[in-house]
């Protein structure tokens, strides 16, 4: 612990030399008497002002938690020497809320061991340090006082709440694996597709002998076979709009969470592409450890800024394979990731959009220009919602507080009308 | 006390120079307290003893100096305690009722310590001896008051 001294020491210091010196000075003993106080003061201070023996040590009571969970810190404080007065004050992580108290004033005899406890609550989500904390230990006189820093060293991460949706986007094609999705295609399975003429190497089994007999001939059936799908969730982490402490990007974070999650349950192959300053993907792939590996490279994602151009071809193919439904969830704030949308749909990808709109996050002023600069913004918005509907990508307004499962039913609408007009 | 000051201030009782001296040295406490200053809470703590020393010009030896000198600690304790770092930080009444004891403590020391020290320069006989070896002991204080600040500013003020 580094020592360190107080005003007081200065002032007493001070006010003793001071008396002192008046006293020789002047020739007056009441000066020195005046004087005497101080500087027994500072005496004993001097010879009793050791540094105190302090062990702290910090636990962390749960390191995963959920937004809006409370994680407790249990602080452990002991000292082999008596501390006249410990103060400790816990540093709040931004983001983080304290519940109660987290400075605290105590005293300490030899050997005694005080527990305290300190409260956080995260509202968002997101990876976090705490337990750093600064220690000031006075003496008795308050004339020094010790400090020691505690770095942040316990990390606690707090997972999206996800939104439990029991409809989702269904993509258009689905994959060669084995799944819970009724396939366009023919082959074998449950659901009836249609009847055609027996060929060498038809089961026995999937004859149809009811059209058999009414044709004359051999009948089979041909059902859909179930099938899993690929979705890809394409996160925009250009740009974000952000209002106090919601953002866009929070919303897009949550919503690919409950996505993922419902899609997994599905038993589909979900991956995941960050596409921002930084670009980051998991290749698609089942089940429950692949939820845990999206809902982690999910906490450290971030808007990072940058005026790189970047394009559909950093993006390597095994994170888009092909027949996959890209879901993107972007603000649509940024040109490069209208543009990667437009090339990803212009290579016959499965595209749908979900716009998180920023507009509840944006504070427009009350003078005709900011209001009229507000106007065109909107206006350029709409132009971009409709270039993508004209190339046959849905896109969806999903605003903050909405429900999400709505705004996916309205992606699924177009899509089915679209499909309807192509046909 | 600012009522009697004003009623004799009205009468036309205008302070000397001790009454200026306590009377700045108390607005510069109270200062230092509302600014949070130990430096200005020293200067008025160094106000108060200029205006006892003024008071003592022409004057014999004070007998109640010690209880002056105890007054003016216990008023330095409380002040430097409400200012210190952490000073509303919530202590446990352990912590505050020892400090009280420790403030107790000083003060009735400093005031026991005063009025031996006048006793002992009071004393016709030994008053001379007295006061050499009050001088003897001031110069050693000096010594170590000097190097207790040259240890501070080494290791850094607050």
Known sequence: ?423 | MLFALAVRLSAGDYPGPAGVAVLAGLAAIVGGLLLRRGAVVTIGLGLLGVGYGSALIGKGLDPAAGLFAAGLVAVAELAFWAIEPGAAVPLRRAATGLRVLVVAAVVLGAAIAGTLLIAVVADPIRGDAGLGIAGVIAVLAIFAVAAVLVRSLRDGLR
């Open chain 1, 1 to 423: 612990m580094t020592r360190a001294a107080t005003a007081k020491l200065a002032g007493y210091a001070s006010l003793g030399a001071l008396g002192l010196f008046a006293g020789i000075a002047f020739g007056r003993a009441e000066l020195v008497v005046l004087a005497t106080p101080f500087v027994l003061v500072l005496a004993m201070g001097l010879v009793a002002g050791g540094a105190p023996e302090l062990d702290v040590d910090v636990r962390v009571g749960r390191s995963r938690v959920l937004e809006g969970d409370d994680v407790a810190l249990d602080i452990g404080l002991l000292s082999a020497s008596p501390v006249a007065r410990v103060e400790l004050g816990l540093a709040v992580p931004r983001d983080a809320v304290p519940e109660g108290d987290t400075s605290f004033g105590v005293t300490l005899a030899p050997g005694e061991r005080r527990e305290l406890t300190a409260t956080l609550r995260f509202p968002r989500w997101g990876v976090f340090r705490i337990g750093r904390m600064g220690i000031a230990a006075f003496d008795r006189l308050g004339l020094f006082v010790f400090e020691r820093e505690l770095p942040a060293t316990h990390l606690v991460r707090v997972y999206p709440r996800e939104e439990r949706l029991r409809e989702i986007v269904r993509p258009r094609e689905t994959q060669a694996y084995v799944g819970n999705l009724v396939a366009r295609q023919k082959g074998e399975g449950i659901e009836f597709a249609d009847l055609r003429l027996y060929q060498p190497g038809d089961r026995v089994r999937r004859v149809n002998w009811k059209a058999t007999a009414r044709r004359g001939s051999l009948v089979v059936n041909e059902e859909h076979p179930e099938r899993s799908s690929a979705t890809v969730l394409l996160l925009d982490s250009f740009a974000a709009a952000r209002l106090g402490a919601a953002g866009t990007l929070d919303q897009a974070v949550r919503a690919t969470a409950a996505l993922a999650g419902a899609y997994l349950r599905r038993r589909d192959q979900v991956g995941l592409l960050s596409f921002g300053g930084s670009v980051n993907w998991l290749e698609p792939a089942l089940g429950t450890v692949q939820l845990y590996r999206i809902v982690e490279a999910l906490l450290d994602t971030e808007v990072v800024l940058s005026y790189i151009w970047r394009d559909i071809r950093v993006i390597p193919t095994h994170a888009l394979p092909p027949k996959a439904l890209v879901l993107c969830l972007t603000p649509l704030l940024d040109e490069r990731m209208v543009n990667a949308l437009v090339d990803v749909r212009g290579r016959g990808a499965d595209v749908a959009v979900l716009e998180i709109a920023p507009e509840p996050f944006v504070r427009v002023g009350r003078d005709e220009q900011a209001q009229l600069t507000y106007r065109i913004w909107k206006l350029r918005r709409a132009v971009v919602r409709s270039r993508f509907r004209r190339l046959g990508v849905s896109v969806a307004e999903w605003r903050y507080g909405d429900p999400l499962e709505p705004v996916l039913e309205e992606v699924s609408a177009f899509r089915r009308y679209a499909r309807a007009m192509r046909a």
